[in-house]
């Protein structure tokens, strides 16, 4: 069987950035499973993966357009101070979730002023030329519950967030 739409595929991976450094990894960890052209992974991995097998190994490197996009410099904006009345060693580096009208960012602070922390939502990955070494180990047909819910129920973690059932 050949990855294609509402396939259920469990893969091994490394991501490395263009400095050789590992981003993120399965190795240690149960493999990751998701549902293919659902855009769970980054559109460029999922048009590489497409027509592969299980056991086919694919190495590819990802520009930040098909990977988690290119930084906009618009994403880095101040907040007012009294925001983070609640956080006690608010710190450059920090990272927080900030709700925006239609998702939730993970943003992290550039900048502290007297009355203002200056914020980047960028992902944290955005602008990053990538590397990806990644090992098919299965592909099987998605359940009806699967395809209703958008995602793969195998166990496995989608970097690092919770999966979530919201029906
Ligand atoms: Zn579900």
Redo the contacts with the bound molecule.
């Keep these: 069987m050949v990855i294609g739409n509402n396939k259920v595929v469990t893969i091994n991976y490394t991501l490395t950035g263009a400095d050789g450094s590992v981003l993120d990894t399965s190795e240690g960890d149960e493999p990751l499973a998701y549902l293919h052209g659902t855009g769970s992974l980054v559109s460029g991995v999922e048009a590489a993966l497409e027509g592969k097998a299980a056991n086919d190994h694919v190495s590819l490197t990802v520009e930040p357009a098909q990977g988690y996009g290119v930084r906009d410099e618009d994403l880095v904006f101040a907040l007012p101070r009294t925001q983070f009345s609640n956080v006690s060693d608010l710190a450059v580096g920090m990272q927080f979730e900030l709700q925006t009208e239609d998702d939730v960012h993970l943003a992290t602070v550039v900048g502290l002023g007297d009355a203002d922390v200056t914020v980047d939502a960028n992902h944290p990955l955005a602008g990053q030329t990538l590397h990806f070494e990644i090992d098919v180990v299965s592909v099987r047909e998605a359940t009806a519950e699967e395809l209703e819910?958008g995602?793969a129920?195998d166990h496995g973690h989608a970097h690092g967030h919770e999966h979530k059932?919201e029906h």
């Design positions: 819910h995602h129920h059932h």
